[in-house]
């Protein structure tokens, strides 16, 4: 059950982009949808989630600025990026609780999309 994400790019400072992560294959559900990132040099850091209610959390750098929404009927999580800044440069993966046709709830990852935000 891959994820696909894409919706990254080279973007100027102030910029914005949107990113879209969709679970591929056949599956039963899906729960918490979120996204994270990776800049050079640093350790993986959450972003966004959103749940199958649709509540949201974010991290405090993003808030204002970033905006996750979901689309249940397309098992697709997207993520809204305004503003952008040096700071926001980073490789963003998409994350999924995925309930498969069979068998119990489990984590899965997407590829990765690189946002390049420039001055």
């Known amino acids: 059950v891959p994820l696909q994400a894409c919706g990254g790019g080279l973007v100027q400072v102030g910029g914005s982009l949107r990113l879209s992560c969709a679970v591929s294959?056949?599956?039963?559900?899906?729960?918490?949808m979120a996204w994270y990132r990776q800049a050079p040099g640093k350790q993986r850091e959450f972003v966004a989630v959103?749940?199958?209610?649709?509540?949201?959390m974010y991290v405090d750098s993003v808030k204002g600025r970033f905006t996750i929404s979901r689309d249940n009927a397309k098992n697709t999580v997207y993520l809204q990026l305004n503003s952008l800044n040096l700071e926001d440069t980073a490789v963003y993966y998409c994350?999924?609780?995925?309930?498969?046709?069979?068998?119990?709830?489990?984590?899965?990852w997407g590829q990765g999309t690189q946002v390049t935000v420039s001055s």
């Open positions: 994350y999924a609780d995925i309930v498969p046709v069979t068998g119990p709830q489990r984590p899965y």
């Open positions: 294959g056949r599956i039963f559900s899906t729960n918490n």
């Open positions: 959103i749940t199958k209610g649709l509540s949201t």
